[in-house]
């Protein structure tokens, strides 16, 4: 019975007078075909947009990797310059606290050794 009905309606005859139900269809499908039509711009500006927040994101988190690898790159050439003026501090106090230094200092500053009977040992 669907079969014949659907013949009826491609033909174009009903018991109710074909030619209407005909326009009738033409125009449903014309009236879906048109909301088709308007949702596509509505849809292809949705998908751009979301490609573009998209794009933006990706850009954003690049430049903060940048940034990062540039940070990353100062302190570690700052490391250096700290470890080296540690090293060089080191051989300063080293070379300050050794004993020939003391009594060079000591001399310029007028001190002397003690002599043997002044020599008090505390316990």
Known sequence: MQV????KLETGST???????????VSDEE??????S???????????????LVGFFNVWTRMGLVQLGYKMSKLETKNKELKGRVRELSLELA???????????ATKQGLR??????????P
Do not use: D, F, H, Y
């Open 4 to 7: 014949a009905q659907w013949k």
């Open 95 to 105: 070379s300050l606290e050794s004993p020939a230094e003391i009594e060079k200092r």
């Open 31 to 36: 009236t879906r075909s048109s909301r088709l």
């Open 113 to 122: 050794m003690p002599l043997v009977g002044r020599i008090i040992n505390v």
């Open 15 to 25: 018991s109710s007078g074909g030619p209407k139900t005909k326009q009738k269809e």
């Open 38 to 52: 308007g949702m596509l711009p509505c849809c292809i500006v949705v998908i751009l947009l979301i490609l573009l």
